[in-house]
């Protein structure tokens, strides 16, 4: 299976063999193998917790292997550190953002490497640098924002300007794009494109199948730690590659949208202010409809979410609940209605990562489960837990498993349960499959027609189109804080695109940051 | 003579007056033959410590113990063991609400405080105010000198009035700055009384610091309390005899295992000194470093 | 509904867990064993008891420090919380002449309501706790002073009083391990506590906020409202301190206190707590404790000249720490 | 290269920057304010001069601490080492003999060197910073004692010894104003870790690592040798803290320090920097170790009774970080 031309290939920059790794508890790794060309982008795939971001941290020096050897330009080599991987030529995107949030962009990226004169910083130059990291990548982002005020998808914008200046002959991306909207996909696709031309070899992380199609030359697919193949993208349908990956064929029919007009209405929202990121937004969702909510980076989506949700406050609108007007304050508040909400950055906002998956699920649910005297009861929190780790697929060792050692889709897929034991009517999910791989991703559409069809009132945000048009029986866009338009289920690309970018005349084009 | 084990627990450790009480006890030790060692806590607040100080003591099961109580109730029932262990008990420095102590060598605060009090009166001229920088506001030592002090002052100086009453916790910057904010918000302050070494040193400092004249008496002795007492800064002060507590406590626990009478209290004295009588042989002999 | 796998499970890490916890009992042995070697008078029923009873208090107050530090906070005040309470104590018994019971009910209000205090300040005005609780800190120091009128109260005429620390029920019953029971009190105490953490809601919300509090929050729990009754049920803890120690000095003693909190938090952390909150136990809290008085204690019997024993003690803080890291990372 | 519109969005930021810390000096003015009208005696020159006197060795240590805890660590030990440092330089210009620039190198170096052994023991051996310098703090406490004999070590023999500290250059030139040198040394050391903290790759990483440590290594920086390097350097600060308190005191106090962390921190915190890292400023240190000491001097000034200036000392620290938070959350 091993993609090997006839041709006199050029000699490879990375051979990994027989690479095993463990972590307490968990095999990782096991007999992993990886080859990548000069001027090649190799796609790495695999579902949530095959060990590909494993693999990639042996290869960048942030872990040891266990064992199997190491080539790096036909020699030998043992990358002990991040350092050495840098001096190495080896520069990594890493799935988890790895910034520094007190820092701005441009500190983020250079650092270690800030200009000097005379032994004092030289800001001018970093941020002259930063800028025109930025100006290649035709990113609008002044490099002198704090990195902490700024959205997911900028940041992983940051984190790939930082990779970039390293000018690296080696670079991998471990999902790269999981924030990305389309416009930003097509400017670092373009950045890859150059990047291969000179030569670089790149190592490509990410779940959307899409994206493999149009990047990549070659694919190697994981399965549970172990190598399972290595095909040329080009000539493999997907349906080979993900039957790769999972170990089975995966059946994804396209879903009956069953007609949700006359259901009573389950939440309302009227004229919904906050700042200039909402501006009189009203919307409504009937029991047993998945609202998608759709919009460009920073449209305002999260923070509608969030205002509903009552995690900001709001400056004005109604929410009603049934059609009873509620107030909503707290989280709590909200919680109490019947509203729950899965946050887009599960780790800042969703795990508490200490905690292990059982208490994770449970978190929301406690009351329930606490009898007289305060007293929790366990047995039944560990029942409720394994259940929807089975409905779920959750891949962990137990449900006592310390939610942070859990791979990136299986720690969302905790949160969801979170919400599913809470049982709420209505539930916002906010990018729930960021970086969630196929088989989880399909396991997850199923389970949200479920929930609907079961009653439950659903919002969804989400980035990828795809997913918004295959999962919403009406689709509300946003722009610039204003709900722009909503659109039936069946309704093409096109037309939300045109509500997305329907910006008001009079206002100006927003400065980034 | 046996090689006796004597154990002292002290309320202080690391200040120059308990040092001087130590150096007398190690001389003791010397002189006798016995073997002695010193302890106490970081601050006379730290009752508890203390305790624990006693009943680690007792656990080592020593000929004698040497007990300078910080509260004159709290150490009772360890006491009280420690009679039961037949082990003889000296108090040194302030007495014990208890039989049990075979003597108290101690010194008589209030009535030093008292010294002091008539010394600030006639250096003052009987009239003026004045301020005390205290070292403890609860401790033994703390409350005897202050109150010995004001209450002399309240009885016998009608026209002295005391305009401040503040606690440093001996701490010399801190008694300092203390000093330094009385002197600013008094510009008429005729003197300071500080009431051990600590306190004493920083209101000199407070005072050199702000070039004011106020009158300083001080408590203790050590080389910079002596030096400032040369040199005029401070007035003079009140020195106990701590040297002389540490020799007669571990001599008086050597008398008590060899079987012979004590009295009930060893009265170790106090003197008042200045630049004029400090090198008179009988008030060198009870000034430490 | 159970599944038949899980429980097997569950014990497997309970084994682990326990043979954790066993060796962290390793620090405090070696420092048994070695002293034990050094003086024949350190292991002495009498002597053990005296440790105990040197635990007693800082043990208390270090559990009250396990409860907040887990939360990811911390604070200052449990001393001078632990004087304000004898102090609080010493005038409804002494002052006011009440019975013992209502003594020790004044006392333990009182933590409760300063705990309470703490917490609403940090919880509802957003102070980081290391500012509310120095904050704190000062104010009760303060308040002990002048509510006892600067003077010690003792507890004379509330006979029975000391029997609360320094009486034997145990030694009633067994004349060979006359027990204080203030060391009684510590462990029950301390078995409370571990119930509250381990069994309880409250328990859970300590340690969920410790891990993500706004995770917590965004599950719409009143983060608040579980936040504010950590700060109280450690005041009340607290409480239980000022008992103790005003019945071991059969006095409440105003100007104590101050530094006793750093006792209390470094046994916390040598007991494996970490100060960046969501995990701890009482448990390691009470071996923590238990190393510092035994340090103090085999320091003293040993005759080591005090000076020389602060730098020992500060050494061995630091080694036992990082022994536990060494013993965790090889787990 | 340039981009046009980046200066002008920065100067903007810059703006707002400036305007905030503008406002932070609010919580000291309004102390000033009530204090000037409360009493005649407090808007004096000498009296000032004693605030800023008072001002100048916590003011230096707070500043040591400010540059542990912008890394997310903590340093206990400041005090005490602050006392080592001075004992080191008794020992080296009154034991020794020497002439005084060596003294004042050899309390630095002294510094310097405890700093890189907390610095060690926290990077390499992962020891926690609260415990790393809760030891370091005892260890310090002791040798200070061990080193000294327990006795105070006077300057007498280095004429010039006080004026480090009680001088007035200033006043020399100016005799209306004569500010003790020790204030200007305290500036001085302000200015200098400003400029290391804004300037140089050394700050850089200090709020890097307080911001995101991991990243920080996962971006290649040997992040032990950073760490250290800022414990070293906040260590060479408490040494320039201890030459101060000797020249102040003209003797070094072995038995002093213990307790003066708290202050430190308090003023650190007090200042706006975050006990989480990553952010902070020396300028917000000045001024919270200011408003600790105009504090204390109002109160004394106004002879308030002690018990009650701890009293209100507490609720003011707690209500001027409290107005912070309300300041911070306006803007
Ligand atoms: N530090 C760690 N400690 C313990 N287990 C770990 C650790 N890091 C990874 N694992 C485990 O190793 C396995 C592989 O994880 P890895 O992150 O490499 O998966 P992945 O293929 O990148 O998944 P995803 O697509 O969800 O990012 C998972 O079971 C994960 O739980
Ligand atoms: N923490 C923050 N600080 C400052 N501005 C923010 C912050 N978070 C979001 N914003 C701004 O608020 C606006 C709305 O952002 P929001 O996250 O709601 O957008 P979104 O539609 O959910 O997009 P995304 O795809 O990034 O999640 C944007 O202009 C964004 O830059
Ligand atoms: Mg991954
Ligand atoms: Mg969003």
């Known amino acids: ?513 | 003579q046996e090689n006796y084990d004597i154990a002292l627990v002290s309320k202080g450790f690391q200040h120059q007056f308990w040092q001087a009480v130590k150096a007398g006890a190690d001389q003791a030790a010397a002189d006798l033959g016995v073997s002695v060692t010193f302890e106490g806590p970081e601050s006379e607040t730290q009752v508890d410590r203390q305790m624990d100080m006693l009943a680690a003591a007792l656990s080592r099961q020593p000929d004698a113990i040497g007990f300078a109580a910080l509260d004159s109730q709290a150490a009772i029932p360890l006491l009280q063991q420690a009679d039961a262990a037949g082990i003889p008990i000296i108090a040194f420095d302030s007495g014990v609400d208890s039989d049990i102590p075979l003597t108290t060598a101690t010194t008589d605060n209030a009535a030093a405080a008292a010294l002091a009090a008539d010394v600030m009166g006639e250096l003052i001229g009987g009239e003026g105010k004045i301020a005390v920088v205290a070292h403890d506001q609860t401790s033994r030592t703390g409350i005897d000198r202050r109150d010995g002090f004001l209450n002399r002052i309240a009885e016998a100086y009608p026209n002295i009035e005391v305009v401040s009453v503040q606690y440093g916790g001996g701490d010399q910057l801190q008694s300092t700055e203390i000093t330094k904010s009385i002197l600013l918000a008094n510009p008429d302050l005729k003197g300071i009384f500080g009431t051990n070494e600590g306190s004493a040193i920083g209101v000199a400092n407070g005072k050199q610091e702000l070039g004011s004249d106020v009158v300083v008496i001080g408590f203790d002795s050590g080389a910079a309390q002596k030096s400032m007492v040369q040199s005029g800064l401070m007035a003079g002060a009140i020195t106990q005899n701590p040297v002389g507590i540490g020799y007669q406590t571990v001599q008086a626990a050597v008398a008590a295992l060899n079987g012979e009478e004590l009295p009930p209290v060893i009265d170790t004295g106090f003197y008042y000194y200045n630049a004029e009588n400090m090198d008179n042989p009988e008030i060198a002999a009870v000034l430490y470093d | 509904m159970t599944d038949a796998t899980a429980p097997a499970q569950k014990s497997g890490i309970r084994i682990t867990g326990a043979f954790h916890r066993l060796l962290a009992f390793s620090g405090l042995l070696a420092l048994v064993v070695v002293f034990s070697l050094a003086s024949p008078n350190f292991m002495q029923t009498q002597n053990i008891l005296a440790i105990l009873q040197a635990t007693s208090v800082n043990g208390v107050l270090a559990i009250a420090a396990t409860l907040v530090i887990i939360t990811g906070g911390i604070d200052l005040s449990v001393g001078t919380l632990m004087t304000f309470c004898a102090v609080i104590a010493g005038v409804v018994l002494t002052y006011w002449g009440m019975p013992m019971p209502l003594g020790i009910l004044a006392a333990i209000l009182a933590g409760t309501a300063s705990g309470l205090v703490s917490g609403v300040v940090i919880a509802k005005l957003k102070v980081p706790p290391f500012i509310a609780t120095l904050g704190m800190m000062l104010i009760l120091k303060g308040l002990s002073l002048v509510i006892s009128g600067t003077r010690p109260i003792y507890f004379n005429d509330t006979p029975g009083f000391t029997q609360l620390s320094q009486g034997s029920i145990v030694g009633a019953l067994v004349p060979a391990m006359p027990i204080p029971n203030g060391v009684l009190i510590l462990f029950a105490v301390a078995l409370l506590t571990a119930f509250v953490l381990g069994k309880t809601a409250l328990g859970r919300y300590t340690f969920a906020l410790g891990s993500n509090e706004e995770a917590v929050r965004l599950s719409g729990i009143n983060v608040d409202r579980w936040k504010i009754a950590v700060y109280a049920v450690a005041g009340a803890i607290c409480g239980v301190a000022g008992l103790l120690i005003a019945s071991r000095l059969n006095s409440a003693q105003p100007a104590l206190g101050q530094g006793y909190e750093l006792d209390a938090i470094a046994a916390v952390v040598i007991g494996g707590t970490s100060l960046s909150g969501g995990r701890g136990t009482v448990l390691g809290t009470l071996i923590g404790a238990l190393i510092i008085s035994v340090l103090a204690n085999g320091l003293r019997i040993l005759s080591v000249a005090q000076e020389w024993q602060t730098v020992v003690t500060g050494t061995i803080i630091i080694l036992a720490v990082y022994a536990d890291i060494l013993r965790r990372r090889k787990l």
Not at chain 1, 5 to 30: N, Q
Not at chain 1, 68 to 74: D, H, N, T
Not at chain 1, 431 to 439: A, K, S
Request: charged share 25%; net charge neutral; with cysteine.
């Open chain 1, 1 to 513: 299976m091993v993609g090997e031309t006839s041709d006199a290939a050029p000699s490879p920059l990375v051979v990994m063999r027989g690479i095993d790794k463990s972590f307490p508890g968990v095999r990782a790794l096991s007999q992993a193998q990886f080859e990548l060309l000069p001027g090649e982008v190799h796609a790495l795939m695999g579902e949530n917790g095959a060990g590909k971001s494993t693999l990639m941290k042996i290869l960048s020096g942030v872990y040891q292997r266990d064992a199997g050897s190491l080539e790096l330009y036909g020699r030998p080599a043992e990358i002990a550190s991040p350092r050495e991987a840098q001096d190495a030529g080896i520069g990594i995107i890493h799935q988890e953002l790895a910034l520094m949030r007190d820092l701005t962009a441009a500190q983020n990226i250079f650092i270690g490497r800030e200009p000097r004169r005379f032994g004092i910083l030289d800001e001018g130059r970093l941020n002259r640098g930063a800028a025109a990291i930025f100006r290649s990548m035709n990113l609008k982002l002044d490099p002198t924002v704090l990195v902490e005020t700024l959205t997911i998808a900028k940041q992983q914008m940051v984190e790939i300007a930082k990779a970039l200046s390293y000018r690296s002959r080696v670079l991998i991306m471990d999902e790269p794009t999981a924030a990305l909207n389309d416009a930003e996909i097509a400017e670092l696709f373009a950045i890859i494109n150059r990047l291969k031309a000179e030569g670089v070899g790149i190592v490509y992380i990410s779940h959307k199948m899409d994206e493999i199609k149009r990047i990549s030359d070659r694919v190697t697919v994981m399965r549970d730690g172990e190598y399972v193949g290595t095909v040329p993208a080009a000539e493999t349908p997907i349906e080979t590659i993900i039957s790769m990956m999972v170990g089975r064929k995966l059946t994804d029919e396209a879903l009956a949208i069953p007609d949700t007009a006359d259901a009573p209405i389950a939440l309302e929202v009227h004229n919904l202010n906050r700042g200039r990121e909402i501006r009189e937004v009203s919307f409504s969702v009937r029991q047993g409809e998945i609202l998608g909510l759709a919009g460009l980076m920073g449209a305002g989506r999260t923070e509608v979410a969030r205002a509903i949700f009552g995690a900001d406050r709001r400056e004005g609108g109604d929410i009603l609940v049934h059609g009873q007007r509620v107030r909503i304050v707290s989280p709590r508040d909200a919680v109490e209605k019947g509203i729950g909400y899965l946050s887009e950055d599960r780790k800042l906002f969703g795990l508490a990562t200490g905690l292990d998956v059982r208490n994770n699920i449970a978190l929301a649910s406690l009351e329930r489960f606490t009898g007289p005297m305060g007293v929790l009861d366990e047995p039944g929190m560990q029942a409720a837990a394994d259940r929807y780790i089975r409905q779920l697929a959750i891949k962990t060792p137990s449900d006592t498993q310390e939610a942070r050692l859990l791979s990136g889709g299986n720690q969302q897929k905790v949160v969801i349960a979170k919400w599913l034991l809470r049982n709420c009517d209505i539930l916002i999910f906010d990018e729930p499959t960021r970086g969630i791989d196929v088989g989880a991703k399909s396991e997850i559409y199923k389970l949200l027609n479920a929930l609907a069809a079961e009653g439950k009132a659903i919002i969804v945000i989400s980035s990828e189109l795809p997913e918004i048009l295959r999962l919403s029986h009406r689709i509300a866009v946003m722009c610039e804080g204003r709900l722009t338009g909503i659109l039936p289920g069946g309704s093409s690309q096109e037309d939300i695109m045109r509500l997305a970018t329907m910006r008001e005349p009079a206002m100006e084009v927003r400065r980034a940051g």
